[in-house]
């Protein structure tokens, strides 16, 4: 069951602000797109959304175009944003889903799907976009969650 984000009426749930988010970085041309969850992996988010922009501009736009969308879909308030006066990774946080925005180079050297290595998956299909993106946290993420010491819970390359 997806559970409700952000404050106010008009708050969406995370499905829709999954779907959103990578909607309106396909939009705008970003390459590709993955959603992790990371549930039960770290306590500071819910999920991360990883984009390529092939250029700074790129990557600004996007960024801007996901705030955009985000805000009239009646979204959760952004928690944070940063990266846009250089435009070479843009992260932009929800709270309960951070956004990672980044031009090709960067992506590569921080690679931060190794680093979320154990988190499910789904790959960002603007054509065939997914039906079901994560019911829930699989069991195997729980226990490692609950069983590893906090400080262990994300762990550096």
Known sequence: MYAPLGQGRNAINSKTLLSTIAEAAAEKKAENIVLLDVRG???????IVLATGNSNRQVTAIGEHVEKKIQEAGGPKLAGREGYEQGLWVLIDFSEVI?????????????LEHLW??????QWNPLDPPHHLFASVPAHVAAA????????VRRAR
């Open 99 to 111: 956004v990672h925005i980044l031009e090709p180079a960067q992506r590569d050297i921080f690679d």
């Open 117 to 122: 290595a154990a988190a499910p998956r789904v």
């Open 145 to 152: 969650a609950v069983s590893a010491p906090r400080s262990r």
């Open 41 to 47: 992996l770290t306590s500071y988010t819910d999920y």
